[in-house]
């Protein structure tokens, strides 16, 4: 039988976490006593690494994590830029048959968008979440936030694109489907996504 410490010593792989979009932006969708949780989970991990959404203009991510050693900013989806509009217009002509995952490389910088599954379609990844997961290559690394099926979704998968070895850990993912009336009980969270 196998013993609860060995258990959590192997599924948290290289002991690196990935938190995405736990911000208060998105309070309404995060469960009471969510971020407090998160804030204890993170110091289980020796680093922690935080992606957060700029979308209404934010300066800085709402928190600072345990063990955080770099915070990068993403972007929703595609539509904040008509040159990456007008890109993602072209790669959906020149590859309609495009699989999520498919990562395509900007000529002039070192960012890339790639195909995903979900409500967005694609997903840019700037040049500075681009030398975090080139940093990353081969590493598992485990990833919580959200919203799952949607940001967290894309982080996903382009993670995999960059070759990092990634699994959820459902415990510490809120969705669409939760809200800020609902109690976090960490043991329970897979039941509401």
Request: with cysteine; proline share 3%; net charge negative.
């Amino acid at each position: 039988m196998k013993k609860y410490t060995e258990f959590i010593k192997e599924n948290k792989g290289d002991g690196i976490l990935m938190v995405v979009d736990v911000q208060t932006e998105f309070g309404d969708f995060i469960p009471k006593g969510f971020v407090d949780q998160l804030i204890e989970y993170c110091k289980n991990y020796h680093t922690v690494y935080q992606i957060w959404d700029s979308n209404e203009g934010q300066k800085k991510p709402s928190y600072t994590f345990p063990n955080e050693k770099l915070a990068v900013v993403k972007k929703f989806g595609t539509k904040f830029s008509d040159e990456l509009e007008e890109t993602v217009k072209k790669l959906n002509e020149k590859y309609p048959d495009a699989k999520e995952g498919d990562i395509f490389e900007f000529d002039d910088v070192n960012s890339y968008v790639v195909r995903v599954k979900n409500n967005h379609a694609w997903f840019y990844v700037p040049e500075k979440m681009a030398q975090l997961f080139s940093s990353l290559k081969g590493k598992s690394v485990v990833v919580v936030g959200g919203a799952f099926g949607e940001c967290l979704s894309d982080v996903f998968v382009a993670m995999e694109s960059f070759g990092i070895k990634v699994k959820y850990d459902k415990r510490y993912i809120y969705s669409a489907k939760t809200n800020d009336d609902q109690n976090f009980i960490a043991q329970k969270q897979p039941n509401i996504i």
